[in-house]
């Protein structure tokens, strides 16, 4: 049987098991709000923009899109960090920069500046400290050059900003004929993202199925055909079955 | 021969020596090396084949990877396992396929074939179409799974009974038949189809994952 | 004995000598040898049952199986976790209970108003007894002590179950309260004090 944990025996700023991480807090840092999962000991949680934490976050958190996803946490304690069953990693940084897709942040310590990245969706941490973040499955390292789908990017480090690169010459022969046949969809392949340069790459397993997925494309592809009435019927609809499929 | 290798259990790396390889539309996540890309059909036995599989929406659009260097592939963050084809059959629900050799041949299996209407049957109630894909050869085949996949030995002292909804292929000398049990029908569970099971019998191995479609 | 045993995180195998065993509909994936597979009651036999299941209402589905064989289950490609019980009551949330012996005792206990915005019914399975019971989670469980100088604070969704001398109380923080998380409800914590061990998933329901 596994072990049961208390105060005492709790790694200590390193994962629990894949899925958790054990943060020991003594100074602040910024948590995403929702994923604690439990703590021992006193802490508490501030919201930013209550005066108590506002000097520090003007300084580190320099993304206001992203600001009220976090809270500072602070006191002390024991403070368990979970994401929905995906794997957490602790990555240290040392005077050097790291992008992580923004849904994947799950915490990080004051010293470590956050921006948004120029790639919509990612956030750039600068500085010194720690970088806890999440992913799809475990994270895969992979060096440069090399091309990825945009859906299984998790992050990069070390390396230029990456740019978009089509693929159409496998598609130039296909779009008279069969392409209407198969249905013509981005499937990750016709748009890559291109690292040249030296650093490394975090690849996940993709976050969406949206290509390959028949009733999606099908859909889509008769929006065009919905009068205006029809489209915002078709939006009340498509909230009421994400609402029952959340429960 | 492409060697295929199992980065984590999401994700698979295929390296290709000027070979080339089947995968599913959208699953590659990343490449490196000189990879040319195109898309392609299910390959199947000539037209008889194509035309079976336009009647039954079988038609799997597929991409093809040649070239030489090393290709990545995962899918919705479900799980990979590698399973070796060798001088054998194996069959496999084409909705889970991630990626295979160009060398195996591919072909549909009617599942009537095994088991006569009872097939007909089961392939209608679990929903998962009339036809399953075959491969023959030496190679490799990707598969994906919600949760991991394990093999279960079948044996001819030992057949093993499946839910058809964690099914997903077999390789060996094996025939499967249909087992309705009277008090399991009598049994709504969370999701329909649950008033059959299939049996496997014979020789080889069944692949089933930790959940149900 | 029947005997419980994870093949890979996410399977159990339960082994059955002409033995029965208690486990939700539908989580049978694959199994060999001569098993039947029956309807059963949650909550036992008699009206008492009956008025059980009534008030719980949880959409608890349970099937027996029995006979000689072995047999697979999963569910959702949850992580499973064996627990062997030597006479001790666990409390635990309906929806994490996968598979139990029928030398097991259950009950329900009522978890107090949690609210209907958590989406986990207002009551707990209890368990009892001698036997094995298969928990499943989202990510593997983890087991958090408490003691009387160290109690433990839960987010709501992630909170499994747990045993020993416990009391568990809501926890209203306005602090707290700003950290509404990805669902919504999460207004409260789960605040454990006593001596014993709390279960947690590191996910949400």
């Known amino acids: ?247 | 021969m492409p060697a295929y290798q199992q980065i984590n259990e999401k994700m698979v790396e295929v390296t290709l020596n000027n070979e080339e390889i089947f995968a599913k539309k959208g699953a590659m996540i990343s490449y490196q090396g000189d990879v040319a890309f195109s898309r392609s059909f299910l390959a199947g036995q000539g037209i008889q084949s194509m035309a079976m599989r336009a009647v039954t929406n079988e038609g799997y659009a597929l991409m093809a990877a040649r070239g030489t260097g090393k290709v990545f592939y995962a899918y919705d963050g479900l799980f990979v396992t590698i399973i070796p084809v060798r001088n054998e059959t194996l069959y496999v629900e084409s909705d889970v396929l991630l990626a295979f050799d160009a060398r195996l041949t591919a072909g549909t299996m009617f599942l009537g074939n095994q088991g006569g209407v009872q097939g007909i049957v089961r392939g209608a109630v679990s929903g998962q179409g009339l036809f399953t894909t075959t491969f023959q050869g030496n190679g490799e085949v990707a598969i994906l799974s919600d949760g991991n996949a394990i093999g279960l030995p079948v044996t001819p002292e030992v057949p093993v009974c499946v839910d058809p909804q964690a099914y997903i292929g077999h390789t060996g000398n094996i025939s499967s038949s249909i087992v309705t049990d009277l008090n399991w029908k009598t049994f709504v569970g969370q999701a329909s189809g649950e008033s059959y099971q299939m049996k496997f019998s014979g020789s080889g191995t069944v692949y089933i994952q930790a959940s149900e479609r | ?205």
């Not at chain 1, 944990?5 to 098991?17: F, Q, V």
């Not at chain 1, 995403?32 to 021992?40: D, E, L, T, V």
């Not at chain 1, 915490?107 to 750039?124: M, N, R, W, Y």
């Not at chain 1, 089509?166 to 598609?171: A, F, K, L, P, R």
Request: glycine residues 10%; contains cysteine.
């Open chain 3, 1 to 205: 004995m029947t005997r419980f045993r994870t093949n890979t995180d996410r399977l159990l195998e339960v082994t059955l000598q002409d033995e029965k065993v208690l486990a939700i509909a539908g989580s049978m994936v694959a199994y060999t040898g001569s098993i039947k597979f029956e309807k059963s009651l949650l909550g036992g036999e008699g009206i008492f049952g009956a008025i059980k299941r009534k008030v719980t209402s949880e959409g608890m589905q349970v099937m027996q199986a029995s006979g000689t064989g072995t047999v697979l289950f999963a569910q959702n490609a949850a992580e499973i976790t064996v627990i062997p019980m030597s006479g001790e009551k666990i409390t635990i949330e309906s929806s994490s209970l996968l598979t139990y012996d029928t030398s097991l005792k259950t009950g329900t206990s009522f978890a107090g108003l949690r609210g209907a915005a958590s989406g986990q019914g207002l009551f707990s399975t209890t368990v009892e007894g001698h036997g094995n019971i298969a928990v499943i989670s989202k990510g593997n469980l983890i087991m958090l002590e408490v003691t009387p100088s160290t109690p433990l604070r839960v987010d709501p969704d992630a909170f499994v179950g747990f045993k020993g001398d416990i009391k568990q109380e809501f926890v209203f923080d306005v602090n707290w309260r700003t950290m509404v998380g990805q669902t919504s409800g999460e207004s409260y914590q789960h605040k454990f004090t006593g001596q014993g061990v709390v279960f947690i998933q590191p996910a949400e329901r």
């Open chain 1, 1 to 247: 049987m596994s072990t049961v944990y208390n105060p005492g025996n709790l790694p200590s700023n390193d994962n629990l098991n894949r899925f958790s991480f054990v943060i020991d807090v003594k100074d602040q840092m910024f948590i995403r709000k929702g994923k604690m999962i439990a703590f021992y000991g006193g802490l508490s949680f501030e919201a930013m923009g209550t005066s108590i934490v506002d000097m520090l976050v003007r300084h580190a958190f320099n993304a206001p899109k992203y600001i009220h996803d976090f809270v500072v946490v602070q006191g002390g304690g024991q403070l368990i960090l979970g994401d929905n069953g995906n794997d957490l990693a602790c990555y240290d940084l040392d005077a050097a920069n790291m992008t992580v897709r923004a849904k994947n942040l799950l915490a990080f310590t004051k010293d470590v500046i956050c921006q948004e990245s120029t790639l919509p969706g990612f956030l750039t941490m600068i500085g010194t400290g720690k970088v806890i973040a999440s992913s799809n499955g475990p994270v895969h390292f992979l060096e440069l050059p090399c091309r990825v789908d945009e859906q299984a990017v998790l992050g990069w480090a070390d390396c230029p900003s990456p740019s978009y690169r089509y693929d159409y010459e496998h598609v130039k022969g296909f779009v008279s004929a069969v392409g209407a046949v198969t249905g013509f969809t981005l499937s990750g392949e016709e748009k890559q993202v291109d690292f040249t340069g030296s650093g490394t790459v975090l690849v996940q397993s993709s976050e969406l199925g949206l290509a390959g997925s028949g009733v999606l494309a099908n859909i889509i592809s008769q929006l065009s055909s919905l009068a205006p009435t029809e489209l915002s019927m078709l939006g009340t609809s498509v909230q009421e079955v994400m609402k029952q499929q959340r429960r």
